[in-house]
């Protein structure tokens, strides 16, 4: 196993990782505290949570087998050479672990909070059946000849086709709603700090080593930064651009209109006018 041929540079890989590391997992706190602030997770896309989960279970399934693994690294070893280091840090373990934790408190959140009209759709639904099912036949594959690094390597696709279309129903009920009400623009922003920073952490480790192989090696990590920071951009977009907040949201408690649904059925509407 390679090592480190520059202390600064593996001081600087340690920073970056950590940074990473700390953006994306406070990254959750925002949407989590205004939900609970709220008591509702209207404006914030369930599909997208749902999604979410998958993609968190699936990294963290490829970061910690292949951070713990000795099978997996000696396989890893054999495929891209001795001299190259693991390109999983034990920051990328941990903000996985984080990260099914937060993901999982959003879920119950939207199980006990106002959600108006909404529910998960039958779309998210099947994809994520799909996606565990697909995960399961590979298994099975894997297992007569032992193929980890193979197995994991489709567990860091998944996160990755995941965290193409996770974004897609958050951005279009921001579009549809043309509001970003009830969506923490916190959590897009230590999002993109995280990918910028998870992306100059490889960068710093290719350069020590003099080798490009952690890049392609690790692909689910270098398409995970540059998908993440491109959906990033796109909704501080719509936050601060094309559809920005006439004023803050308070408390359901301060204000009736807060806690109302986001669709009011036709009983209703008729009821008020009466």
Not at 109 to 138: D, H, T
Not at 172 to 193: A, E
């Amino acid at each position: 196993m390679a090592s480190w041929n520059s202390i600064p540079l593996e001081v600087a890989y340690q920073v970056l990782g950590w940074t990473a590391f700390v953006s994306w997992s406070f990254s959750f706190y925002p949407q989590v505290i205004l939900n609970f602030r709220r008591k509702s997770v209207v404006g914030l896309s369930i599909d997208f949570v749902v999604l979410n989960l998958t993609k968190h279970s699936s990294y963290l399934i490829y970061n910690a087998t292949l951070y713990f693994s000795s099978v997996v690294q000696k396989q890893y070893f054999e495929k891209y050479g001795e001299g190259q280091m693991i390109p999983v840090a034990a920051n990328d373990v941990a903000f996985s672990a984080h990260a099914v934790l937060l993901t999982s408190i959003t879920l119950f959140q939207i199980a006990i909070y106002e959600r108006g009209s909404q529910k998960v759709s039958k779309i998210a639904i099947g994809i994520v059946l799909a996606v565990w099912l697909g995960a399961a036949v590979c298994f099975f594959v894997a297992l007569p000849t032992h193929s980890w690094l193979w197995l994991i390597n489709i567990f860091s696709l998944i996160q990755v086709f995941m965290t193409v279309i996770k974004y897609t129903p958050q951005a279009f009920m921001n579009f549809m709603r043309k509001s970003t009400d009830g969506l923490s623009i916190g959590y897009f922003s230590l999002d993109f700090s995280g990918g910028v920073t998870n992306y100059a952490q490889m960068a710093v480790l290719s350069i020590d080593q003099d080798s490009w192989v952690n890049f392609y090696g690790n692909m689910g990590k270098m398409l995970l930064s540059m998908i993440s920071v491109s959906f990033d951009i796109l909704f501080m977009c719509q936050r601060f651009l094309l559809y920005p907040s006439a004023k803050a949201l308070i408390p359901p408690k301060l204000s009736k209109e807060s806690s109302e649904p986001l669709f009011q059925s036709s009983d209703h509407a008729v009821h008020e006018n009466v």
